[in-house]
């Protein structure tokens, strides 16, 4: 498959057991089909073919990473794994789409976030 300018005014969808090469044209029984204009079908293939390279990607980090002890290897049994989400600029990010930008990552809130303590309650301010 292939998708031409998805988002754009006039995106083409190009979708079957073609090739793309001569002897897919002249000698095999391959087809071809090409939708132009449909917006939605174009995004969908779009989306598929993000998902299908993004399954790609993953397994691929995971082969050259899977002797890697600094590497993730699976899930964890407590909460420690959302340590490193609750601190410095990944916080900051958390709480951008929260809705909650306009508060400050002071040092003590990112250190007690770094120490394991819930989100809600770093963010929490002092009474």
Excluded: C
């Amino acid at each position: 498959m292939i998708v031409l300018d998805p988002f754009g005014a006039n995106p083409v969808v190009m979708t079957g057991s073609h090739n793309l090469g001569f002897k897919a044209s002249s000698k095999n029984d391959d087809n071809l089909m090409i939708v132009e204009g449909n917006s939605s079908l174009a995004i969908a293939y779009a989306a598929d073919i993000i998902g299908i390279y993004q399954n790609y990607r993953w397994n691929s980090y995971v082969d050259a990473h899977r002797l890697d002890p600094h590497v993730w290897h699976g899930l964890q049994s407590d909460s420690s794994w959302q340590n490193g989400y609750l601190r410095g600029d990944d916080l900051a990010e958390t709480k951008f789409w929260l809705g909650r930008a306009s508060e400050a990552t002071s040092s003590g809130a990112s250190g007690q976030a770094a120490r394991g303590e819930s989100a809600q309650k770093a963010a929490a301010p002092a009474a």
